[in-house]
């Protein structure tokens, strides 16, 4: 099993941001972590990697604490989160050499620079770069360790439509070849793409578990997007 989450709560003070999270996840598996703004999928996630304080009855990501075995565990786990910050005066290709000498197996920098269309600009200053190409840069070095499991928070944010499904098309291609994916997502399209499961949070309480189908049927709506704003208490359904 890549990744074993039961029973994990987040709590500040005396608000509970998330409340008994359960999933498992296996090799070559993508989950969607989904919810408005609050939900608390970014607590989810941070509590997971060990960031975020949090109590929970199993955690285990590739079989290994991410507290005790934190060094072990982050060889081969990659994360891109939503907001990623930069050195300014780094060049892209510097930030991936950086990021590279981290790890003890990683990927060859310029196979991911032209398979994300960075190859061009990898002696520009990552400052230079527009705020889509910053974000593919953000995923890239995520994927730069050749991780077992990958965090991705707000995938395609900023990217044009070509961008998009160029992104799907490469991590799909690694989901086939055993990549696990953890996925925080406001884009349908982009979870029908390339979720097996989805977990749907309000208020940090899991609403609805299951394959998108399944998510489907039980919400009594036509499509995903018209489930997802049912469950998770947005729009017109709140």
């Known amino acids: 099993m890549i990744l074993s989450v039961k029973n994990l709560s987040v709590r500040y003070g005396d608000k509970v941001a998330v409340q008994d999270l359960n999933f498992h996840l296996g090799e070559g598996e993508v989950i969607g972590l989904l919810g408005a703004n609050g939900a608390g999928k970014s607590s989810s996630i941070a509590a997971i990697l060990g960031i975020e304080k949090s109590e929970f ?7 290994k604490s991410p507290f005790t075995e934190r060094k072990e565990v982050f060889q081969n786990v990659g994360v891109q989160f939503q907001d990623t910050n930069f050195q300014d005066r780094l ?9 590279r ?14 398979t994300f269309g960075l190859h061009e600009k990898k002696k520009q200053l990552v400052r ?34 070509k961008a998009r499904k160029m992104l799907w098309k490469q991590l799909l291609t690694m989901k086939e070849n055993g990549l696990s994916i953890v996925l925080t997502s406001h884009y349908m ?13 309000r208020d940090g309480k899991t609403v609805a578990f299951g394959s998108i189908q399944e998510i489907i049927t039980l919400s009594g709506q036509p499509t995903l997007e018209d489930a997802y704003l049912y469950f998770a208490g947005e729009e017109e359904w709140v």
Request: hydrophobic share 45%.
């Open 91 to 99: 060049t892209v290709e510097e930030a991936c050499i950086q990021w």
């Open 189 to 201: 399209d982009e979870v029908e793409a390339l979720c097996d499961q989805l977990i749907i949070l």
């Open 101 to 114: 000498s981290l790890y003890k197996k990683p990927q060859a920098i310029d196979p991911l620079l032209i």
């Open 57 to 63: 009855q199993r955690l285990d990501v590739l079989g």
């Open 128 to 161: 230079s770069l527009s705020g889509g190409e910053k974000q593919r840069l953000a995923v890239l070095l995520a994927l730069l360790p050749n991780p077992q499991l990958v965090f991705l928070d707000e995938l395609t944010t900023g990217l044009d439509t």
